[in-house]
């Protein structure tokens, strides 16, 4: 059964409105004239911002949805749902433009809802005919007003009294990095994000985000994630925070249903949102548990309680690097020889270190971060084959593990492989090139190639008798998907994705454990551990202001997926007042139970949280904050994190808590922490 109803917007439609509901708790309604959309959930409203209007972006100009001249609003009910389709056409009042729908719909599947959860609206924006626009990106559904006096509310700005309201108690919370909480009254502007808040990259591990004010909530799970990012915009100060969704073509096309789906909650906060996206990526197939992977290769129980030495072999800087040190050449070319590396393994052994994994970076001919993928063979200079192979042997002699660094993204013109015809190539015909690594001039090499030259490389390597426990491919699970318009070889967003995954597919298959630089919600069915995960201002230099509350988001859903290290340092900075700030990133790691770095080399000074800290400490010192670590860790690798608590205001003091019973506070002002609880 349909309702339709036909707006020309040239006429004066007042405030005329749809509704639709009140269906399992909830109720839409979409005012005819603003495009406004209002959600009732449970008795709470929501409603879209009037000021942001829906919009498509092109290169030329902003496209207001008003501008499309016959717009019609469909009441549509079907068997699992009921909602308003509204069909755009006319733009400018033109025959044969570009036009498109747009559907948000009430789910009623009779599946019961989440504890604390009213149920769900589905927001779908749908091409219909792409001619006449080239789009750069959609907005929309726009942001939620989330600004107290947008619902009449008189919170206070600055601290209440007993029982009163502030605007602390709204929060926007984002997946850059591992995790923000951002109060509405945070002092300093975010107005962006990382990779522009892209999906799937550093600058969202996760694909959604989500507002809580005064325990009311939603989550946003972008269904469509591939093409796809959040911005947001908080002013210094506040009071409000906006928040919304960019969709962006596919190979110069939108091509296909862009879909975020709303749940709201009636008693939350964020880990209830973790909560809901948890059994979400349950439902998906996304969540694969440590224990799931041990059970395909067993080692993976191995890396549970590890220490990290992250360190390198040849250093290789191309002149025409962004790296390269014209004062002082001397440092763009060095070489550690392997057997050398192998000493400091024996070293380490001799402190007393029971279980460490050595992520070795440069092991090549080329050095780090050159003429890949054909990053072959073992560095001469070092050892060569035979080197490597007794370091190898020696760290497993140690009862250690032994991993190496290796490229399928970065593809260096100095490669004897390198061919244009096998480059990323744009929809204009263009091949993105820069020369920012150590290796020079460099293009992206398609990751429908990526799987043949792992499987040649490490072939290869196996071939001279190394064992590898492990092998870490650079950038996959941190930098955006890329496309390909190559008609030999073209690629989308997702597919690309895919080809990345076959790559950690293939070394499991071979008994190699699979890691990448940071993680990404796409590839928990295969990733087994990363160089780390780190919150968003553990990659800026120390004392650079904070975009919000550093939570751990991302392990309140996969804490139980992945192994992830954690730096070690003490940070000594300036704060924004001028005091003098110390901060212990050993905290951190304890409140999210990881893995400790016990060395950690940067490739690249001052670059990827490469900052200098730590060093009042000893040798003894270090391992013995390293042990404290491990065991944490070794207990709670296989936890779910079922909970996070800010116990202040401002995030000083946090505590966690795993699935055995075990929680852990930090106190970040005084440099402590308890661990109670759990199964020792």
Not at 353 to 363: E, I, N, P, Q, S
Request: proline share 5%; hydrophobic share 35%.
């Amino acid at each position: 059964m349909m309702e339709q109803k036909e707006c020309l917007m040239e006429r004066d439609i007042q405030d005329a409105s749809l509704t639709v509901g009140p269906v399992s708790g909830l109720t839409v309604s979409l005012c005819e004239k603003t495009l406004q959309i209002r959600i009732t959930a449970d008795g709470t409203e929501w409603a879209a911002k009037e000021a942001i209007r829906p919009c498509i972006v092109t290169q030329e100009e902003t496209l207001d949805f008003a501008r499309w001249k016959r717009v019609t609003h469909v009441m549509v009910k079907t068997g699992y749902g009921q909602g308003i389709r509204s069909s755009y056409r006319l733009l400018d009042g033109k025959e044969d433009s570009y036009a498109f729908d747009t559907l948000c719909w009430i789910e009623e599947t009779g599946e019961e809802p989440e504890e604390g959860s009213v149920g769900k609206v589905h927001f779908e924006w749908i091409p219909i005919v792409e001619t006449g626009l080239k789009v750069k990106e959609v907005r929309w559904p726009v942001p939620m007003a989330f600004d107290p006096a947008a619902y009449g509310d008189g919170v206070c700005e600055g601290g209440a009294g007993e029982g009163g309201r502030t605007l602390r108690d709204w929060y926007t919370v984002i997946n850059e990095g591992q995790g923000l909480l951002l109060p509405n009254d945070w002092k300093k502007a975010v107005n962006s994000l990382s990779f522009g808040g892209r999906f799937l990259t550093a600058g969202g591990y996760m694909p959604w985000f989500g507002q809580v004010k005064e325990r009311k909530g939603y989550i946003a799970i972008a269904d469509t994630p591939w093409n796809a990012g959040a911005y947001v915009d908080h002013p210094a100060g506040g009071p409000q925070t906006d928040i919304g969704v960019w969709w962006e073509p596919s190979l110069g096309r939108m091509d296909y249903k862009r879909s975020i789906t709303y749940t709201f909650l009636d008693d939350c906060d964020h880990n209830d949102l973790c909560r809901i996206y948890r059994l979400y990526a349950k439902q998906t197939g996304k969540l694969v548990t440590l224990k799931e992977k041990a059970a395909r290769v067993p080692s993976v129980e191995k890396l549970f309680g590890c220490a990290f030495v992250h360190c390198g072999i040849k250093t290789s800087v191309n002149t025409l690097s962004d790296f390269y040190d014209e004062k002082q050449p001397e440092k763009n070319n060095h070489v550690t020889t392997f057997e050398k590396r192998a000493r400091m393994i024996e070293e380490i052994r001799e402190q007393g270190v029971k279980k460490l994994y050595l992520h070795l970076d440069g092991w090549a001919e080329p050095g780090y971060d050159n003429r890949h993928p054909d990053y072959l063979p073992a560095c001469e200079e070092a050892g060569g084959w035979e080197g490597m192979k007794r370091l190898a042997d020696t760290v497993h002699d140690c009862g250690y593990l032994f991993g190496i660094h290796d490229q399928y993204r970065d593809y260096y013109l100095e490669a004897d492989s390198f061919d244009e015809d096998e480059a990323v190539r744009l929809t204009d015909g263009t091949i993105p090139q820069h020369s920012r690594w150590a290796g020079g001039p460099q293009s992206y090499l398609c990751a429908t190639r990526a799987p043949y030259y792992v499987k040649r490389n490490f072939h290869e390597i196996l071939s001279h008798g190394i064992e590898l426990d492990g092998a870490y491919l650079d950038v996959f699970t941190c930098n955006e998907g890329d496309e390909c318009d190559n008609p030999y070889h073209r690629m989308t967003r997702r597919e690309c994705y895919d080809y990345r995954k076959q790559c950690f597919d293939w070394l499991l298959s071979k008994g190699i454990l699979s890691s990448s630089e940071e993680v990404s919600d796409w590839s928990m069915q295969s990733l087994v551990f990363c160089h780390y995960a780190p919150y968003h201002f553990m990659l800026q230099a120390p004392g650079t202001p904070r975009n919000g509350i550093a939570v751990p988001l991302f392990n309140l859903v996969y804490h139980d997926c992945v192994v992830e290290p954690w730096m070690m340092d003490i940070l000594e900075y300036t704060g924004p007042d001028g005091e003098k700030c110390r901060e212990d990133l050993m905290l951190y790691a304890l409140l999210n139970a990881g893995a400790p770095y016990l060395v950690r080399e940067g490739a690249y000074a001052n670059t990827d949280g490469s900052f200098a800290g730590s060093g009042d400490l000893g040798p003894e010192e270090t391992a013995e904050r390293c042990r404290i670590v491990q065991e944490l860790h070794e207990r709670l690798a296989c936890c779910p994190m079922v909970r996070h608590e800010l116990m202040d205001a401002d995030g000083k003091r946090q505590k966690t808590v795993f699935s055995d019973g075990t929680e852990v506070t930090i106190d970040l002002e005084n440099g402590e922490y308890q661990i109670r609880g759990g199964e020792r």
